[in-house]
Structures are given as structure tokens and as C-alpha cells.
């Protein structure tokens, strides 16, 4: 059981270029999240989807846009990256929207913008 | 809005010590709280959570930690630290429909031999 899974692990772009983040899922859940952390800063809400077809902005969403066609997968895309977004992102997911139930998180990508 | 305040960025301690890393919220709602916490290189691995029920909250490896409302405050406790606990713990918080978290800034736990 792979939990939740990340790719890639590590990316070095230039200012301007784009890429999309993979996040997916192999425990059924419905809620999926992006997070950014952020020396000092703790994690911040990118964006997050309550279900196939759904995303919603979170805190921070500027600069990202999101998809969520299949259940499974949660896509993070960097249309023109800037130095700013510099970070280390993760991906997480619950199974409901019972507050009961805690996120399980990714190892992460760490993504450096030049 | 909520937020967590996580008091000091950094905390050693020797081994064997008593633990303590202090978390205090704030919140309209009856909040649910949680600690998790970060090895290096790693994702965020869920060390215990309250929601409802029994204020002092058992949770893996050894921590716990004790919900007091008069307080708004969550903080964790080991009685005795081990070189293995050294990493990052985060406090977070969560309601509301999203059900997403909100972090505190992280405590970053050094435990000398």
C-alpha cells in the first residue's frame, strides 16, 4: 500500500518555464490538499478538491491552478514560475469530511525556481 | 479565522529529558487539533489528534498531549526524549467545510546525547 505518492521528488526550473506536480492515491480518499511549507512558515493551503471533477482555492493560490479527473490523482501546475514559489510541496488526502478523519501526507516535492 | 501559535522555532533538550513543545489556538468554534510530526526528507506522519471527549490525548511514540480550553492551548509532552524524536513537530488545527489544516510555523526538536 503506497498511501499517497509524489512526482517528481525534486525539480531545478528557470523563470518562466512551467511543469506539472502528481500527487495520487491509492486509499479511496475524497478530500485531497496542496500544501506549500516554507521556512518559519509552517504549511500553507494551495489549493484542494472535496471529490472527482472539484478544486477549490486555500490560502495561497496565486501563480497555481489544480485538477482533479480522476479520484485518485490531484495535479499541481506551475503555468510561469517565479523565484517566489520556490518550496517544498506536498500532497495529502482524506477518506471523508468528518474532521475526525487526519490527512495523510506525501514526502513531498522540492522545487527551486532560478 | 483560526490560527496556531507555536512558541519557540527551536527546543533542545538532553536525552532522557522531559519533552514539552507548546501550541496555543485560537478559534470561534470548538476546534479539532492536531500534532504531527516531520523527519527529515519526509512527509508529515500524524502523532495524535483531539476532537472530542477525554481533554489529555495518548498518541504514538510515547507523546501526548492535554486540551485545555480555559487555555487555548494544546500543548505535547514526552517524559523522556529520545535521540529518535529529533525532528520537526508541527500543531495544527482544522473545521470548517474544507476541512483543511492550518499550521502553526513548526518547532524544530534537538535532543543532545
Known amino acids: 500500500n503506497a498511501g499517497v505518492t509524489q512526482t517528481p521528488k525534486f525539480r531545478v526550473l528557470k523563470t518562466g518555464q512551467s511543469m506539472t506536480l502528481l500527487c495520487a492515491q491509492d486509499?479511496?480518499?475524497?478530500?485531497m490538499y496542496w500544501y506549500r511549507q516554507d521556512p518559519g512558515m509552517g504549511l500553507r493551503l494551495i489549493h484542494y478538491s472535496v471529490g472527482e471533477g472539484t478544486t477549490a482555492k486555500g490560502e495561497v493560490p496565486d501563480g497555481y491552478n489544480v485538477s482533479r479527473l480522476k479520484k485518485q490523482n490531484f495535479l499541481l501546475g506551475l503555468e510561469s514560475a517565479a523565484p517566489s514559489q520556490t518550496s517544498v510541496y506536498f500532497c495529502?488526502?482524506?477518506?471523508?469530511?468528518?474532521?475526525?478523519?487526519?490527512?495523510?501526507f506525501g514526502d513531498g516535492t522540492r522545487l527551486s525556481i532560478l | 479565522a483560526q490560527s496556531v501559535t507555536q512558541l519557540g522555532s527551536h527546543v533542545s533538550v538532553s536525552e532522557g529529558a522531559l519533552v514539552l513543545l507548546r501550541c496555543n489556538y485560537s478559534?470561534?468554534?470548538?476546534?479539532?487539533l492536531f500534532w504531527y510530526v516531520q523527519y527529515p526528507n519526509q512527509g508529515l506522519q500524524l502523532l495524535l489528534k483531539y476532537t472530542t471527549g477525554a481533554t489529555l490525548v495518548k498518541g504514538i511514540n510515547g507523546f501526548e498531549a492535554e486540551f485545555k480550553k480555559s487555555e487555548t492551548s494544546f500543548h505535547l509532552t514526552k517524559p523522556s526524549a529520545h535521540m529518535s524524536d529529533a525532528a520537526e513537530y508541527f500543531c495544527a488545527v482544522t473545521r470548517g467545510g474544507r476541512r483543511a489544516l492550518t499550521f502553526g510555523s513548526g518547532t524544530r526538536l534537538q535532543v543532545q546525547p
Open positions: 495529502a488526502s482524506s477518506y471523508s469530511a468528518d474532521r475526525n478523519q487526519p490527512q495523510h
Open positions: 486509499m479511496n480518499h475524497e478530500y
Open positions: 478559534s470561534s468554534v470548538p476546534p479539532y
